[in-house]
């Protein structure tokens, strides 16, 4: 047994509490590795009291339940926290405050504050890497595990359509199905399925998308807008994949205004100039073609867009030589 996978196994083992947390503004990878580590560690410890905390997210509301953080859960539980490269935007806890913790990331390393850090950004997913710690720990799956975990791999690959799909994550997968018998396709309905407003809003954000001679595309979201759609600014943030592939497009970014945590979330995709350093510069993060942030001001996203804007002609200069 690879040795990160019995250390995490040998402290899941110790523990009778655990606590499952993941970054803020979460996407199904994020969810999907939470609620499935969860529901691995139930099925193979069915003693444990293991909690996922974190704010909820409406459209995702179908993959389970989570539950009110406890401040008392500091002093004797174990943090698990999947997804979240940099401490600060772990959701809902202070991580510092725990005496034994452990990350499970796919993200470029950020920050060191976990006792075990699994970490392996050519990973696919966080969702991938459970998987990977289940089947190198010999951990048994429930269909709810199963279907967590392919969710979280499924979205965070766009279909598999990804470059950092592998022939790994292909194994992975296909032993997944093999071994839990997953019906995959039924899957899909839930994870896509939309109503007619959120396809009514994605012809709103197409009308509206600011387009730089570069190849940069923005677009802000007053919270007035995101009233007049019944849109939340997390709702409208996880849409941004729907700009892929189209011709005068590097690299774009939809900005949401959050009047509940008074701030402005920023979803940024590229298909080609990386944009996570850019991110970095703001606070935000992410992978290389994925990321995000959240600002205070309006004079930061103007910044921010003139940095992403540079970076898309950076990338076309080079492209060129």
Not at 125 to 130: D, K, M, Y
Not at 233 to 248: C, D
Not at 253 to 269: A, T
Request: aromatic residues 12%; contains cysteine.
């Amino acid at each position: 047994m690879n040795n990160i996978y019995k250390r995490i196994h040998s402290e899941i083992k110790k523990y009778d509490k655990i606590v499952i947390a993941r970054h803020i503004g979460p996407d199904p990878d994020a969810l999907g590795s939470q609620f499935g580590l969860k529901e691995l560690i139930k099925t193979n410890f069915p003693n444990k009291k293991v909690y996922c905390v974190g704010a909820s997210v409406a459209k995702f509301k179908f993959m389970g339940t989570l539950d009110k953080f406890n401040e008392s859960w500091y002093d004797d539980a174990l943090l698990i926290v999947t997804d979240t490269p940099d401490i600060k935007r772990v959701d809902g806890l202070d991580p510092t405050r725990f005496k034994h913790k452990i990350k499970i990331d796919h993200h470029p390393a950020v920050d060191n504050y976990c006792d075990i850090e699994f970490v392996d950004d050519t990973a696919s997913s966080a969702s991938q890497l459970i998987i990977e710690l289940a089947f190198n720990t010999r951990m048994k799956f429930n269909t709810k595990a199963a279907e967590d975990l392919y969710i979280g791999l499924v979205s965070d690959t766009n279909r598999f359509m990804y470059s950092y799909t592998t022939a790994k994550t292909f194994e992975l997968v296909s032993k997944l199905i093999k071994k839990t018998k997953l019906n995959f396709t039924t899957l899909y309905e839930e994870l896509y399925l939309r109503p007619f407003k959120e396809i009514k809003f994605q012809g709103y954000l197409a009308t509206h998308m600011n387009i730089t001679d570069n190849g940069l595309g923005y677009l802000y979201l007053p919270d007035k807008i995101l009233k007049e759609y019944d849109m939340d600014a997390s709702t409208a943030n996880n849409m941004v994949s729907g700009f892929n592939y189209i011709e005068e497009l590097y690299a774009w970014v939809i900005f949401s205004e959050d009047k509940v945590n008074d701030n402005i979330r920023g979803s940024i995709r590229s298909r080609g100039p990386v944009i996570n350093t850019v991110a970095q510069e703001f606070n935000g993060g992410g992978h290389a073609m994925a990321s995000g942030v959240r600002l205070k001001t309006m004079e930061e996203m103007d910044k921010l867009i003139k940095a992403l804007d540079k970076k898309v002609l950076e990338y076309k200069k080079e492209k060129r030589q």
